[in-house]
DNA sequence: TTGAAAATATTGAATATTCAACAATTGAAG
DNA sequence: CTTCAATTGTTGAATATTCAATATTTTCAA
């Protein structure tokens, strides 16, 4: 059996469009979930990194959550407006910014993981476990790869 | 061997973070590559589905390439202007606009192509051809069962 | 056949993102 | 020490995307 060449190969058989097209799909079932806190995917992401207690500095923050500085200082405003979080010059490099989550942003966190978790649940429930956890360890180890 | 209730998986655990984490990655190494014909993946996704010479709807295109409407029509416009590609009218249901592939889009194409399966080859290259089909045929699935 | 509803594509205003320039602070070489 | 380059975060202008409204054509039921 013989191969087409790549270059014929339609759209779907590449890897970047079928990563594009997985990833818009649960990106707006995640999406819809959260709606009902009104809030977009970006924002859980960064409350649950803050979640942790620790103050992290803009530029960690931005790389976790995959947004560029700009974005992310732009959401940041948006969320202290709302008392989710909130900055502190870090002591250590005045440079720095650090965040915090509120205990409203904390609550709010909690309401969102479960939200979440109950989309990852339902993927399971269709796709099953054993190809959720394999997909999952395939994913990790690309992204080691891709440096 | 007990597991962590996933209200407190840390977000990397996540496979709507995996999946976007490994989108981002990839999408720019190609972004780069492509670049050096000054064009946005978006549109060697356009010149790719329209290349098989059939025309293709806006809804039809939109929905093959991930962008919604408007943002195509917009994108096509430019497009139109760099002489890629075409707008006739369908004769059989005049509310549609077939799209088709100019020759200068057709040759602008099969250079794009040739960039984008190297980029292929460099990732199997190092995260190995079993893992990156297996990948694939993964992603397929969880599309198929997304629904 | 007519008229209302659905489908298709585009437009313009509102919103979000990105790029490049800036300000502030730190680090480090001379 | 002093100065110059690098790091960090923000801002404003340019660009891109999205939402809602529109225009056109088709479909289909009465």
């Not at 087409?4 to 594009?20: G, M, Q, R, S, V």
């Not at 732009?74 to 989550?101: E, G, H, N, T, W």
Request: a positive charge; hydrophobic letters at 35%.
């Amino acid at each position: 059996m013989v191969k087409p060449p790549k270059e014929n190969f339609p759209i779907t058989e590449h890897l970047t469009y079928l990563l594009a097209q997985a990833n818009r799909e649960i990106n707006r079932q995640l999406e819809t979930r959260l709606s009902k806190e009104g809030v977009p995917v970006e924002q859980w992401r960064i409350l649950k990194v803050l979640s942790d207690g620790n103050g992290h500095s803009m530029g960690e923050l931005a790389d976790a959550v995959l947004l560029n500085h700009p974005t992310l200082t732009k959401m940041i405003d948006r969320m202290v407006s709302d008392a989710l979080v909130y900055r502190l010059q870090d002591p250590k490099d005045r440079r720095k910014v650090l965040m915090f989550v509120s205990d409203r942003g904390k609550a709010l966190c909690r309401r969102l993981n479960s939200l979440a978790v109950s989309q990852e649940e339902h993927i399971v429930e269709s796709y099953g476990d054993k190809s959720t956890n394999e997909l999952k360890r395939l994913l990790g180890s690309l992204i080691g790869s891709a440096t």
